[in-house]
């Protein structure tokens, strides 16, 4: 009977993917308002709510399984642990399409509201944000309870490579981890800024070497050196690697724990530190930036529209959005990879270790078709220098690299 309400469950979610019983967020039309009517964010604040009854509705499903765990394991019966099981399997499925449908939603409108801009609307903007995360906090705080029943449970695996991830078919992406909010000890005090889109807002436009507070939780306390890129119209982005020519070029060829840390000097070259792109990342969502400049004067720049970061449990899994730029889909390659150091090989380059033979670690997939972290050489054909594969294929190496992110938000 659990298993024939979760199927009815999974069936009438999964053909419910709009918002409000199928009603569509906004009608499609091109001209866009520039202001932030009540309206939107009174269907914004529905879709997130609507996300909330359902995950609700997940929950209650999976608390009676947990609870039934050990009847059935008693049993013996081979027929009820596979169905215990699938159960198990299909509710997961079910909150994972919930937090891509919610995801698509968010991204729908502040598409829409893309032409709202300016600094003008600022204000409100961030005060729109605001009340999307009340009701957020919520649901994501619902999710990580699920998430916790289900590594109760004997299916499960607590490796390092696995953790709190599902099992999945090899041809089904994994879905990025959502973030975990409601413990107020875990969140960076208001007086300090989180990142530079923060000092942005308080008034710094200058761009430079500032201190931000990234870390959520136990580390509240520590500060991090980055660039802050705060000028001109579209201001706030964090740096979070930069590649240039020096006359002495910062070593990236680092292991696992320095990646995960950081390195560098922000004046010149450096790494973040994966630990910090977690904690900016899971905070709320990001966009990416990359800019890249190659031996002849010539400069690309490409974004995704999502950039999200795993913990370290997960190998600090990298997912990617949506992709716009001039510089092509290299980045795409390396989508849902876990991260790849000297002394920690996740990649599928079989035998071999791709941070070893390209002198960097990345999210490498087998090898690679982005390689901002190995030697920064002059111009020439090489896979062991900086590439960028969709804009040279001939493996043409770049002069410059820069990753940058901010977060998203409704004006944005």
Known sequence: MVLRGVLVVTVLL??????????PLMEENESVAHHLSPEVVQQLLAVTNNTLHHVQDVKSLLTPLQENQASVDVSGSAAGVLRRDISMQLLLLLLETEQVRHSRVLEQVSQQMRGVGG??????????????????????????????????????STGDNTASQPQQSPSQPLQPQQPITGDNSCNTPTNRPRDCHDLLLAGNTRSGVYQIFPYRCKRQEEGVQVWCELEGEEGGWTVVLARRPLDQQVNFNRGWRDYREGFGDPDTEYWIGNAAL?????????????DLGDWDGESRSVRYQTFLVDDEDSQFRLHLGQYSGDAGDAFS????????TSDRDNDKAGTGNCALSHHGGFWYNSCHYVSPTSQLLEKQKSTIGINWYTWYTDRTTLKNATFMIKPKSCSY
């Open 119 to 156: 600094r003008d609307t600022a204000t409100s903007g961030e005060q729109c944000s605001a009340a999307i995360n009340t009701v957020l906090l919520h649901l994501l705080q619902l999710q990580q309870e699920v998430r916790q029943l289900a590594t109760r449970h004997p299916s499960f």
């Open 14 to 23: 999964v053909l419910n993917l709009g918002p409000s019983h199928g009603t």
């Open 333 to 340: 390659y390396h989508d849902n990879m876990p991260f790849t």
């Open 278 to 290: 977690h904690d900016l990342t899971y905070r709320w969502p990001q966009v990416l930036k990359v």
